[in-house]
T-cell receptor, first 115, second 111 residues
Framework: GAGVSQSPSNKVTEKGKDVELRCDPI?????LYWYRQRLGQGLEFLIY????????KSGLPSDRFSAERTGESVSTLTIQRTQQEDSAVYLC?????????????FGPGTRLTVL | SQKIEQNSEALNIQEGKTATLTCNYT??????LQWYRQDPGRGPVFLLL?????KEKRKERLKVTFDTTLKQSLFHITASQPADSATYLC??????????FGAGTRLFVKA
């Protein structure tokens, strides 16, 4: 497809389980972002990948959160030992990666519910 | 740390009127500021970017102003339509490639 895709669209899990969220960026986009959006709140930056550079992990809230990206393709966000406060929509965005003002194109998000 | 404030109360206006949304920020001097639209169940969609040396930017029915002295941006939709109903997010550059988003203001345009 032409846009950013994310899977699954919805994920319900039990407290303490691990979850993996997937993001397929727009082809040719070297930059990829993960954000978290809690109900009624703005987007919270989690992590940023740019090409083969070391990712900016400064937004990850705890060591239970990790993300990987292979080259300039798919990225996975992993949350270990999920907690109820992890319930949120997780959004992925990609951009060309040529400059800081590049437009970010967002996927539809994964709604995570931790019971 | 940087802080963005957007009116948490929904804005209700009549079709055809101009909608004006406010974004205030503190503890920072961003090089640029962006506005996004977000519909329920969807990711944000980029609308406009305005740089610190630009006072005003227009795109069709949209107009954004950026007052670096007041640390404020205003977002205007002229001749509003029910299809403009959505949440509008303000975002500022947070250093490097980081973007800091506000919580958004919900706009309802009544026919």
């Amino acid at each position: 497809g032409a846009g950013v895709s994310q899977s699954p669209s919805n994920k319900v899990t039990e407290k303490g389980k691990d979850v993996e969220l997937r993001c397929d960026p727009i082809s040719g986009h070297t930059a990829l972002y993960w954000y978290r959006q809690r109900l009624g709140q703005g987007l919270e930056f989690l992590i940023y990948f740019q090409g083969n550079s070391a990712p900016d992990k400064s937004g990850l809230p705890s060591d239970r959160f990790s993300a990987e990206r292979t080259g300039e393709s798919v990225s996975t966000l992993t949350i270990q030992r999920t907690q109820q406060e992890d319930s949120a929509v997780y959004l992925c965005a990609s951009s060309l990666g040529t400059g800081i003002t590049d437009t970010q194109y967002f996927g539809p998000g994964t709604r995570l519910t931790v019971l | 740390s940087q802080k963005i404030e957007q009116n948490s109360e929904a804005l209700n206006i009549q079709e055809g009127k101009t909608a004006t949304l406010t974004c205030n920020y503190t503890n920072y001097s961003p090089a640029y500021l962006q506005w996004y639209r977000q519909d329920p169940g969807r990711g944000p969609v980029f609308l406009l970017l305005i740089r610190e040396n630009e006072k005003e930017k227009r795109k069709e029915r949209l107009k954004v102003t950026f007052d670096t002295t007041l640390k404020q941006s205003l977002f205007h939709i002229t001749a509003s339509q029910p299809a403009d109903s959505a949440t509008y997010l303000c975002a500022l550059e947070g250093g490097g490639f980081k973007t800091i988003f506000g919580a958004g203001t919900r706009l309802f345009v009544k026919a």
